[in-house]
């Protein structure tokens, strides 16, 4: 049972359009949604995150996306650069009683920026 | 400053070997976890910390058993390792169980088991 899911294992660009990574997810107690970025070879590196209480946060480039009826977020990327090339991955927390932080990943999506 | 250090990088057991994988973050973090990560299965948490003193299972438990040594370090041992556990593991810390402190992740341990 996916409570998290990115339906897109991947996702093409080209240098400086915009791209668009979605997440579904369907536990209704999750109330705090993150962004992983994972270079090979390395462990993921938090990117951005957003509340329930919200619908949008931005920071520089990166804009996340929280539609709580849908139960959907997506993280958009403008404009794209090589150097965003990465696996991303979508995660979600229930942040009181006895979550203690667990967080449930999605499968991750492949962002592929071509010069 | 190192974060999350996780040893070894590599490892490939034969089937029915143990192993222990050493994970240890020098951030005074209290929460430490061990996840999994596994082709179109995203990562997925095996077991926790929330502090000190405290461990308990995630979602996918069976065949591992960890100990939480000192608020340093948290290791995850396969007392009998199988093919279904080849993956990468992942180490990571947070300051605390509740809030939404974000995670900081070792590199990842590649283990193959044949």
């Known amino acids: 049972d996916q409570q998290v899911k990115q339906n897109s294992p991947s996702l093409s660009v080209q240098e400086g359009r915009i791209s668009i990574l979605n997440c579904d997810y369907t536990n209704s107690m999750f109330d705090y949604f993150l962004w992983y970025k994972k270079y090979p070879a390395e462990g993921p590196t938090f990117l951005i995150s957003i509340s329930s209480i919200k619908d949008k946060n931005e920071d520089g480039r990166f804009t996340v996306f929280l539609n709580k009826s849908a139960k959907h977020l997506s993280l958009h990327i403008v404009p794209s650069q090589p150097g965003d090339s990465a696996v991303y991955f979508c995660?979600?927390?229930?942040?009181?009683?006895?979550?203690?932080?667990?967080?449930?990943f999605g499968q991750g999506t492949i962002l592929t920026v071509h010069p | 400053n190192a974060g999350v250090t996780q040893t070894p990088k590599f490892q490939v057991l034969k089937t029915g070997q143990s192993m222990t994988l050493q994970c240890a973050q020098d951030?005074?973090?209290?929460?430490m976890y061990w996840y999994r990560q596994d082709p179109g299965m995203g990562l997925r948490l095996i077991y926790y910390s929330a502090s000190e003193g405290t461990t308990d299972k995630g979602e996918v438990p069976n065949g591992y058993n960890v100990s939480r040594l000192n608020k340093r370090e948290f290791s995850l041992r396969l007392e009998s390792a199988a093919p279904s556990q080849t993956s990468v593991y992942f180490c990571a810390s947070k300051a605390g169980a509740t809030g939404n402190y974000g995670y900081t992740f070792g590199s990842g341990t590649r283990l193959t088991v044949v």
């Open positions: 951030m005074n973090h209290n929460s």
């Open positions: 995660a979600a927390s229930e942040t009181g009683g006895t979550s203690y932080g667990k967080l449930t």
